[in-house]
């Protein structure tokens, strides 16, 4: 935990001291002179008194010390009287500003942690039949965030992001949550028009909610956690995505279907040797340590997506934030096709754009056919989201080695 370092104020001794003069040696056998003895005498008074001085100044500095951690105390204390008991995993200590950052943190053996890294999939599942049972059983688990970078998450069926879900419009939905984390938790779906109050109302440790709706409404959409605090519930990895497809004939055949969620972590610590936290400062203050596609920095680019020169490549972009926006962009292409907000009307659509805003708390749905094989990496634009880990690669072609950007 960063605390802040509070350097006592300098001994005002050690600056503003009056030199005095070098005593002059007597030239002759030691005796004195009368003058240089009254002159000795004065310094002698002026020096007793700076003396009196200084020890009353120490002694005021010292005071003043003790307040200034007096006051610290007390901020930390109150801070600590505001935050709620359940807390549990969460570090309140950086109330009194904790905004270093530990962006970019390695271990040594970073490259091979992040070689043998399984990555979270990225591939659409498959649609399920009928009704669409999803069981999402929360857990409080260490989940790794960038190479043998460690964070206490609470994530829905064990991972960061969530299990990524994937209906048919009209399709009926079915969603139980169960709490197996230390406080209470909820589940919010973008996609459904149901009363939040008792759909999305807390539940209990050990407890568990259902409900269903229908998804009638197409695009790719967010699922989280709406527990207050809600920005720690969401920074601590509660979310997900849920792909609702329009119906059959409306969009053209994807060769590929690619779903990213895009996030931040706001870290208490490096988490390298032992599990960072949430911190609350860096959350509010909107200063990431990492930022991820699916839950792990720059995994797509030592296991880059991948597709074939010609193919129709769909990526499904949800940002889960919990506050900044992605702003995405394949480098090397434009995009045929966007669908911004993920409003899958084709008449909507957008063509050979560029780069597109998906918001905090929405989606985007991006076509692209690359005709040239190479390695074409996908971003945030806002740099520096790919310097903090937002960076992946689609491999077109059975093309060789690796790109950073
Ligand atoms: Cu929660």
């Not at 849920?242 to 870290?267: C, M, N, R």
């Not at 599990?275 to 880059?304: E, L």
């Not at 907000?341 to 989606?363: C, E, I, R, W």
Request: hydrophobic content about 40%; some cysteine.
């Amino acid at each position: 935990m960063a605390s802040p370092t509070l350097s006592p104020p300098r001994p005002s001794s050690s600056n503003g001291a009056v030199r005095t003069p070098p005593r002059t040696r007597g030239q002759s056998n030691g005796a004195i002179p009368r003058g240089e003895s009254d002159s000795f005498a004065l310094v002698a008074v002026v020096s007793v008194m700076l003396g009196i001085l200084v020890g009353v100044l120490g002694i005021f500095a010292i005071a003043m010390w003790f307040d200034a951690r007096g006051a610290r105390d007390a901020a930390e204390q109150a801070a600590a009287k505001v935050t709620p008991a359940a807390d549990a995993g969460m570090d309140h200590s950086s109330a009194a500003g904790g905004l270093a950052s530990y962006a970019g943190a390695a271990p040594r053996n970073a490259q091979d942690l992040a070689a043998a890294h399984k990555p979270f999939s990225a591939a659409m599942p498959p649609i399920p039949k009928g009704v669409a049972n999803v069981n999402l059983v929360l857990k409080d688990i260490t989940h790794e965030i960038a190479p043998g970078v460690k964070y206490s998450a609470w994530t829905f069926a064990g991972g960061a992001p969530g299990p990524v879900i994937h209906v048919r419009q009209g399709q009926m939905v079915k969603i139980t949550l169960t709490n197996g984390g230390a406080i209470p938790h909820s589940i919010d779906f973008h996609a459904a028009r149901v009363a939040p109050d008792k759909a999305f109302r807390d539940v209990a440790p050990g407890e568990s909610i259902s409900y269903t709706f229908r998804a009638n409404d197409a695009g790719v959409f967010m699922y989280h956690c709406g527990t207050k605090p809600v920005l720690a519930h969401i920074a601590n990895g509660m979310y997900g995505a849920i792909v609702v497809e329009p119906k059959a004939g409306v969009l053209p055949k994807a060769d590929k279907d690619y779903v990213l969620v895009a996030s931040e972590w706001y870290l208490s610590s490096d988490g390298l040797t032992k599990p960072a936290q949430y911190n609350q400062d860096k959350a509010r203050a909107r200063q990431p340590d990492w930022m991820t596609f699916n839950g792990y920095a720059g995994q797509y680019v030592t296991h880059p997506l991948t597709a074939k020169p010609g193919e129709l490549v769909r990526f499904w972009v949800v940002d889960a934030g919990p506050s900044l926006d992605t702003d995405f962009h394949v480098v090397g292409t434009v995009f045929n096709t966007a669908y911004p907000f993920s409003d899958m009307n084709p008449a909507h659509a957008l063509n050979n754009v560029q780069t597109v805003t998906v918001p905090a708390g929405g989606g985007g749905v991006f076509d692209v056919e690359i005709d040239k094989p190479g390695l074409y990496p996908f971003v945030s634009h806002a740099f520096a989201a790919v310097d903090t880990g937002q960076v992946g690669l689609l491999k077109v072609g059975d093309v060789e080695g690796t790109m950073s950007h």
